[in-house]
């Protein structure tokens, strides 16, 4: 076939082979970011084990951030008063009890300003994400943990739940980056598509034109 049909055929045979080339190629890109994505995960989990052994002041050097404020806990005071309201009427007894639950915790620095941590490990973390630098991930996570050990235990609880809304909301808008690039790029896909197959329904019908007896 060496007229103008065998150019068409040789043609769709070319086009099929570059489809399926595209397609092997976007698939091992998947399969690698989902490699990597694994690799970093076992990571950050040894890492999480790692994390007594950075000294306070190396967490804070690696996050940027100073010594908190001092923090008192709230449940003394709240506990004081709540005795204090309840022995109003048991006299002598209702007081000496009162004075017991009104032993106030040792105010303590916090090892850092809360919001300023949060703020410092999502910012580190995901910029070294976008840049592929899993070791500073890893000694940005370490340092955050290491942090979070010498908190009080409500304070460390809510900025733990403040780190992990804002790692939701930003895993959504990924999300939702990835697939608004996944319809962009079925959607050239298809015109790309559609324009080779008018453009080869032409040339096909201009050879049987050319075939045809004059």
Do not use: W
Not at 9 to 19: F, H, P, R, S
Not at 49 to 76: C, D
Not at 187 to 203: G, H, I, Q, V
């Amino acid at each position: 076939m060496s007229g103008p049909l065998g150019r068409i055929l040789a043609q769709l045979i070319v086009a099929g082979g570059a489809t399926l080339g595209r397609a092997m190629v976007a698939a091992y890109g998947r399969a690698l970011q989902n490699a990597q994505k694994a690799g970093i995960d076992r990571e950050v989990a040894r890492n999480v084990r790692r994390a007594e052994k950075i000294t306070m002041e190396e967490a804070r050097s690696i996050l940027n951030v100073t010594e908190g404020p001092m923090y008192e806990a709230a449940s003394s005071s709240s506990s004081a008063s709540s005795s204090s309201s309840g022995g109003g009427g048991g006299g002598g007894g209702g007081g000496g009890g009162g004075d017991q639950s009104q032993e106030q915790q040792p105010a303590q620095n916090l090892p850092c300003d809360p919001d300023e941590l949060s703020r410092r490990y999502l910012h580190l973390f995901y910029a070294n994400e976008e840049n592929g630098s899993f070791y500073i991930q890893s000694k940005v996570y370490r340092a955050k943990e290491r942090l979070l050990m010498d908190f009080p235990e409500d304070v460390r609880r809510a900025i733990e739940l403040t780190i992990e809304q804002e790692e939701e909301m930003r895993k959504a808008a990924k999300k939702r980056e990835e697939e608004e690039e996944a319809a962009r790029a079925a959607a050239e896909e298809e015109k790309r598509r559609e324009a080779e197959e008018a453009k080869m329904k032409a040339e096909a019908k201009g050879a049987e034109e050319e075939e045809k007896p004059r």
